[in-house]
């Protein structure tokens, strides 16, 4: 016998409905391209998506069609998505952190219709737009006094084109499984894959991101996406805030630690998100400046792993709370969010910190298991590690054109690649990427484990743990370091701090000091560049 319930689909476009109705005058802010701070509102949002929806259509783009975008966290780029989605099209974040040709193998493959970009990015779209020929049409994101000189064809700046029709138009309305957005994962082994969200799982998603135990936000937050919308759906923000009312701040193309200083304060944000090299550059900018913190209350890192240190500095000396969150495109994106369990804010402060930088706990709607190489179920022990498997109404199903099966198994499990235990708690800690393990003499040892305890030494800006060739154990770590500037340490000091902390034969063979460590498009130290980098390197430990 079936429920006698509404069938009410769970459409990404009913979100910005929701919140024009509800929340019609709550702000969107944005540091623009052009440089000014603007000020909307979700009811005007919802109507210039309106427009937005209807200049495609009478464009001739069909349901199904990709429209991608190129652009920062900005009010226009948040409309789009909204626009494109109520037409039934599918919104496709481009990363401009990306090289071009990289950048339009993505738009070939997913055969992009338009473009929507940003003015940042006019260079880039002039080198790609001869590459792309599924493009017809280049929406510059401004207005016509601001359109950029670039040699681009069929270029329309996005207020003329919104502007030439009205407000009136009406969302479709289909199938809620029907493909929404698209994101490529960036691809560190073979070509990027791209991930197809459906409106019913972005949907849900947003409701199990809100969890209040997951991101916890609410409507009278103030928040601030600094993870960008190209870097997996800017982690449910987009979709959670109009969910919720919350005010918006987007940041548009500044996002080194000053200019998002600025926005905090200036804008009273409540609460923040972003990968842990952003949070760097804050925390580096407050330290040097002597600046506080006055609304902050809350931050969510992820993205890679956040470091103790950081987490610490973070609640003690600036009052403001850490979620350490995990995910990835792949469950659009969150996974895990570590919150603390009831008892647990009873702990010493450096017990919950144990538990703090764990990568957390998954909300409802995120089921999790770890598997040996045999695919065998490993214990919730905290201890065993093993392949971490994921599955969930967020969680992908397949890649766009059915690349990368190998990562589905027939349970409907996904393989994230990512190494990890699992405590009787529900928290999970990552100890690596597969592909970053480092194996020595048949054991494996953990480099983000490593990584994160060297960033605690005072001297230390970031650090890298990667294997390096040894003819005996196989491979054995070396710890890579940027030093903070002015700051100085030896290779014996490093090392000597590190002792007593990790098991003996887990301490670093050598340290390299280096001025820079390469991050991917995400923000991720670019561990394939690296090794690169020190594949001649001689360890001092061969005899
Ligand atoms: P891409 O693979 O394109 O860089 P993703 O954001 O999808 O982008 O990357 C997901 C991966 O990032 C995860 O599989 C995991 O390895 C890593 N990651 C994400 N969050 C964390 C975290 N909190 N700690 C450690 N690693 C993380």
Known sequence: MLGLMQDWPLLVHKLIDHAALNHGSREIVTRSVEGPIVRATYGQIAARARRVAAALDRFGVRPGERVATLAWNTAQHLESWYGIAGLGAVYHTLNPRL?????AWIANHAEDKVLFFDLSFAG???????????????VALTDRAHLPE???PDLVAYEDFIAAV????TWRTFDENTACGLCYTSGTTGHPKGVLYSHRSNVLHAFIAGQADALGARGADAILPVVPMFHANAWALAFLAPMI???LVMPGPKLDGPSIYELLESEAVTMTAAVPTVWLALLQYLETTGKTLSHLKRVVIGGSAAPRAMIETFETKYGVEVAHAW???EMSPIGTVGTLKAGMEKLPYQRQLDYKVKQGRPPFGVEMKIVDDEDRELPRDGKAFGRLKVRGPSV??????GEGAEAFDADGWFDTGDVATLDPEGFMTITDRAKDVIKSGGEWISSIEIENLAVGHPAVAEAAVIGVAHPKWDERPLLVVVLKPGKSASRDEILEYLTGKIAKWWLPDDVAFVEDIPHTATGKIQKITLRKMFTDYRLPTIA
């Open 150 to 152: 670039a040699k681009i």
């Open 124 to 138: 880039i779209v002039e080198q790609i737009a001869p590459q792309v020929p599924s493009i017809k049409l280049f």
């Open 396 to 401: 992908a199903k397949g890649y766009f054109r």
């Open 99 to 103: 090289f071009p040709e990289q950048i």
């Open 327 to 329: 995910g990835m495109t």
């Open 245 to 247: 009312g919350a005010k």
């Open 166 to 169: 009205d407000d009136g138009f």
